[in-house]
């Protein structure tokens, strides 16, 4: 059965450090994964996504994730963070049916 | 994001009132969805239409009922609600469904369904 965990509940960062947010999956063949974010009041918007090929994505805003089969992991990571990036993300695998798999979320808070 | 649009907004109703939450995408989509949710649970799949006919039904209780006039419109008719469905209510929809597909769902920005 496919599943996502986001082990990091809250992370906390200072404006301009690094990100790195935590995405393990299950999924038995290769798998299609997202990551989306949701700011407050808002719904889910896509911040990039990996189907095939180059195991590093990019994706809006100045994001990337990095898909790892071997670890089973696609993180997302983020050289610089902006105040504007405080908001929570979510990870996401696609299901044979098209259906999408949820992680519970990670709650990015940004201090300045 | 404006392709999938939801209203109202915000709800608050009483327990044994009626309503319903409206999803419009303007995308040209085939398929959309219902999700709940809730505070530190992941997205919880309610529905699915594909080509107006509901293909998935993830043992939700009858008190909500969807309705799909058409590709365009995906409705939520809510009835005799308990507090624990106080929650954020997300439509989705995507270009299709039935297979894995490399295609995303776009989101609209919910309703927040208060219940008194």
């Known amino acids: 059965a496919q599943s996502v965990t986001q082990p990091d509940i809250h992370i906390t960062v200072s404006e301009g450090a690094s990100l790195e947010l935590r995405c393990n999956y299950s999924?038995?063949?290769?798998?299609?994964l997202f990551w989306y974010v949701q700011s407050p009041g808002q719904g889910l918007q896509l911040l990039l996504k990996y189907f095939s090929g180059d195991t590093l994505v990019q994706g809006i805003k100045g994001f990337e994730a990095e898909f790892k089969r071997s670890q089973s992991s696609f993180n997302l990571r983020k050289p610089s963070v902006h105040w504007s990036d405080a908001a929570e993300y979510f990870c996401a695998v696609v299901g044979g049916a098209n259906n999408l798999f949820f992680g519970t979320g990670t709650r990015l808070t940004v201090i300045p | 994001e404006t392709g999938v649009t939801q209203t109202p907004r915000h709800l608050v109703m009483g327990m044994t009132n009626k309503k319903s939450l409206k999803c419009e995408q303007h995308l040209g989509h085939n398929a959309m969805y219902w999700y709940k949710q809730s505070a530190k649970k992941p997205l919880e799949l309610m529905f699915v239409?594909?080509?107006?006919?509901?293909?998935e039904n993830n043992s939700v209780p009858s008190r909500f009922s969807p309705e799909c006039p058409n590709s365009s419109h995906l409705f939520l008719h809510l009835h005799t609600l308990q507090p624990e469905d106080s929650a954020l209510y997300l439509c989705a929809s995507s270009q299709d469904w039935g297979q894995r597909s490399n295609q995303p769902q776009h989101f609209g920005d919910g309703t927040r369904l208060s219940i008194l």
């Open positions: 999924y038995g063949a290769t798998p299609y």
């Open positions: 239409y594909s080509l107006e006919e509901r293909v």
